[in-house]
């Protein structure tokens, strides 16, 4: 009691299932299609195990079980990682509410999660899926140029249209969870312009002609935003198969926008503020594969300051042949 550790033994008495519904209740901080998202996995997955358990009763050993069970079941690790998140979130808020001592869930061993390697497209392929898309061509050009999630994407109005600066301003998303949309901010809770190519701008200020700011960009046909879903269904895969591409996801679209826009010479921090990442760091995480001829570059550029450096002492003769090569006929 005096250093503050001691935790009632009553207080874990309540059932974990009590305790998670006050903890839902509790997620106004977040984007409400990931409290809404957290909410489906917790009635999905982690009541159906944990509900009617008193809260103090769960061991680390009974996490891990259950873990391996979900392995055993045949889930896939991405989707065990994101149900033990969750799970441990709920345990880590009655730490914090003094009704438990330590989270059961801290420090057990979750399955290998293989990364999907990004896939991107060159720019005649691009034109070929665009081709294959037929009359909805346009919406896989500006994902392919833009870099746009596809819930930004879908959630864009004709008012968001800069024709003067050739920008988008992507201050939305939508997206299906459950059965429901939702509507929320970018990614990062922030606003954020998107440059476009004027040949492309100059199209999509032709569409937009006598419609209102409030319409969105791109319906789906019966109203509404798209869903990607149905629009995977509809549009994408056909055209892929049209196309001849395989193994190719509605997502990578936005990773074939990073490699063009590199190919065309935009630096780390475009990128990442067209992509709409929190940081550079996180964007070189992602595509430092696609910079290999900076180091090249790098290294030539910083070539012609070494006989600068180079007139005396030991590394002398470095200016020397410098000096030879220049006079070479």
């Not at 001592?101 to 999660?113: F, H, M, S, T």
């Not at 074939?256 to 590199?262: F, G, K, N």
């Not at 929190?278 to 964007?283: D, H, K, L, P, W």
């Amino acid at each position: 009691m005096n250093r503050g550790a001691y935790v009632d033994p009553a207080a874990g008495k309540l059932r974990f299932e009590q305790f998670a519904q006050t903890w839902m209740a509790g997620l106004g901080h977040l984007k409400p299609s990931t409290a809404l998202r957290y909410r489906e996995v917790v009635r999905t997955h982690v009541l159906p195990k944990w509900g009617p358990w008193p809260l103090a009763k769960v061991a680390r050993s009974d996490v891990a079980a259950w873990i391996g069970d979900l392995a055993g079941s045949g889930m896939s690790p991405g989707l065990i990682r994101k149900v033990y998140l969750v799970a441990s979130m709920i345990f880590e808020s009655a730490v914090a509410d003094q009704r438990l001592g330590l989270n059961p869930a801290k420090g057990v061993r979750l399955p290998q999660q293989t990364h999907r390697e990004a896939r991107f497209l060159a720019a005649d392929e691009v034109r070929r899926l665009v081709e294959a898309a037929g009359p909805n061509g346009v919406h896989v050009l500006v994902l392919a140029l833009t870099g746009l999630r596809f819930g930004e994407f879908a959630a864009l109005k004709v008012g968001r249209v800069d024709r003067a600066r050739s920008r988008l301003l992507i201050a939305e998303s939508v997206s299906v969870v459950g059965s429901r949309l939702v509507w929320s901010t970018p990614k990062t809770h922030r606003t954020r312009t998107v440059p476009v190519p004027p040949l492309l701008m100059a199209y999509l200020v032709e569409q937009i002609r006598g419609r209102g700011a409030d319409e969105l960009l791109f319906p789906a046909p019966m109203g509404g935003p798209l869903r990607l879903n149905n629009w995977r269904r509809r549009v994408f895969e056909p055209a892929c198969q049209a196309a001849g591409i395989t193994d190719f996801r509605p997502h990578d679209l936005r990773h074939t926008a990073a490699s063009l826009a590199v190919a065309a010479g935009a630096n780390i921090k475009a990128i990442q503020q067209m992509l709409g990442h929190a940081s550079a760091a996180m964007t070189l995480d992602v595509y430092a594969g696609l910079f290999p001829d900076d180091l090249d570059a790098v290294g030539r550029s910083l070539d012609a300051l070494v006989p600068q450096m180079c007139h005396t002492g030991p590394l002398a003769a470095l200016s020397a042949d410098a000096m030879s090569v220049e006079k070479a006929p």
